[in-house]
């Protein structure tokens, strides 16, 4: 196969408000490089977030597709494997938080949005890293597989550092996050109660794997407390009503994953005082958890539900950012390349 090294191929950038075209050129590999060839990127919100403030880094995390060529000291891919990945993109390996595991919390990381600007999954090729890209199991396809690279990795997070088997846990919103959140909890063993303000997504939410639904605006219904709530929409709830023991028990854990964070988190003090509850913020999984998340997802068929777009230049970004302000994907937004 002949060496890509020089290749020019499109990037996406958002420049002075519009999503626009570039150039990136494909390098020589260094030994840890992966590069893979893009079949499918999901457009994750945080696409949008990034756009709207007018970062202009190249767009898109959340890529799948299939190898094209790998580093001289890559042992775990090879040419013509499928890969995914593109939020996650490297860290030191030594620190403490490497060492243990929680290498996303490496002072020396490398993520979507902070560094590698110019390589994003909005495009022909990404390029990455040995142990940051992940291969794709049997039983995944490249479509599922993509939203699975933010999404999954950070409703899977949450959910594997605070719920265990036959935990009740409540997941607030039916969304990009919470549609995967419900998926992974259920299979997971734990008893799941959603809160969400469409009552015509009660049966879709069962259908997920819910065991009861609630209405956002009437958490007091629920027919016992939960001991965590993932919070996955875009909007706070009212805190008052869910910092009740008959809603969230004593000693529960509240995971904010979605919500906005530009402005404050406020709770009532003496609630979580009194009876003991807990905030705990969670990003994406570390590489161990990404790649168990991929074959939990792969051995328990929980799959993302899709719209997917061919992909034909920066309008086809644009539209699905206009989707996404106008809350009109259901539930990830995928680019078929």
Request: aromatic fraction near 10%.
């Amino acid at each position: 196969m002949a060496s890509l090294t020089g290749t020019e191929y499109p990037i996406y950038r958002t420049l002075e408000g519009k999503v626009t075209a570039d150039k990136a050129t494909i390098p020589e590999l260094g030994p840890n490089d992966v590069l893979i060839r893009i079949t499918h990127s999901g457009v994750c919100y945080t696409d949008y977030e990034f756009s709207r403030f007018g970062a202009p880094l190249a767009m898109g995390h959340e890529g799948a597709g299939i190898v094209e060529a790998v580093g001289s000291a890559v042992t775990t891919l090879k040419p013509g494997d499928r890969a995914g990945g593109g939020f996650h993109k490297s860290s030191c390996g030594k620190c403490n938080y490497c060492l243990t595991g929680r290498d996303i919390q490496c002072y020396e990381r490398t993520i979507y949005g902070f560094g590698d600007y110019n390589n994003g999954t909005f495009g022909a090729y990404y390029l990455g890293k040995e142990g940051y890209v992940h291969k794709i199991p049997e039983g995944l396809s490249n479509e599922d597989a993509a939203p699975l690279q933010c999404a999954g990795a950070t409703v899977y997070q949450a959910l594997m550092e605070t719920v265990k088997p036959r935990d009740r846990v409540g997941i607030i919103g039916i969304g990009g996050l919470g549609h995967l959140a419900i998926q992974f909890a259920a299979k997971m063993g734990a008893d799941v109660v959603v809160f969400s303000t469409s009552k015509d997504k009660e049966q879709e939410a069962i259908g997920f794997g819910a065991s009861e639904f609630v209405l956002l605006t009437e958490p007091e219904k629920v027919k016992a407390p939960v001991s965590t709530l993932i919070l996955t929409g875009n909007k706070y709830p009212d805190w008052t009503k869910f910092l009740q023991i008959n809603v969230l028990a004593r000693d529960g854990t509240i995971v904010p994953l979605a919500a906005p964070t530009h402005g404050p988190l406020s709770f009532p003090a003496d609630k979580l005082f009194w009876d003991s509850y807990h905030v705990r913020s969670s990003l994406v999984a570390s590489r161990a958890q990404h790649a168990d998340m991929l074959d939990f997802a792969a051995r328990n068929k929980v799959k993302p539900v899709t719209q997917v777009r061919k992909f034909e230049g920066a309008e086809t970004i644009s539209a699905v950012f206009r989707d996404l302000e106008n809350n009109k994907v259901r539930y990830r937004a995928v680019l078929e390349f």
